[in-house]
């Protein structure tokens, strides 16, 4: 399978997802991708950055800014025109999996099973 044709991880997909409206430091990333999936999505300091590396290494995301904060290094990431693309292309491929179920009329059947009608 290409990474093209892969399936995205969720963690991967929300972290894009947060990035989609604008450039964010890492924890306001983690607070955004906790929201956007309903609680599912919960990062770690160690996969957030990991994953930011990675997606950074595949320009998928870019560093817009470096400062120091109370002391402390921050960064805020935002989304390329390659990370957008790629979810796109990943909501693109979950809406049709999705349309399997969802197009499909399903009547119940005796003993609890369902079929499709």
């Known amino acids: 399978m290409t990474r093209s044709s892969a399936s995205m ?19 306001a990333i983690v607070k955004r991708a906790q929201e956007l999936s309903d609680g599912r999505v919960r990062l770690t300091t160690g996969t957030l950055y990991a994953a930011l590396d990675r997606l950074t290494g595949e320009e998928m995301v870019r560093v817009a800014e470096e400062a120091v904060v109370n ?6 990431y935002e989304l390329t025109q390659r990370g957008l693309s790629a979810l796109a292309a ?7 999996a999705a349309s399997v179920v969802r197009n499909r009329s399903v009547r119940p059947m005796a003993a609890g099973r369902v079929v499709p009608a």
Do not use: S
């Open 90 to 96: 990943e909501a693109e491929r979950m809406a049709a």
């Open 9 to 27: 991880r969720e963690p991967t997909y929300f972290i894009l997802a947060a990035l989609q409206d604008e450039p964010l430091h890492g924890y």
């Open 71 to 76: 002391g402390r290094a921050r960064r805020t």
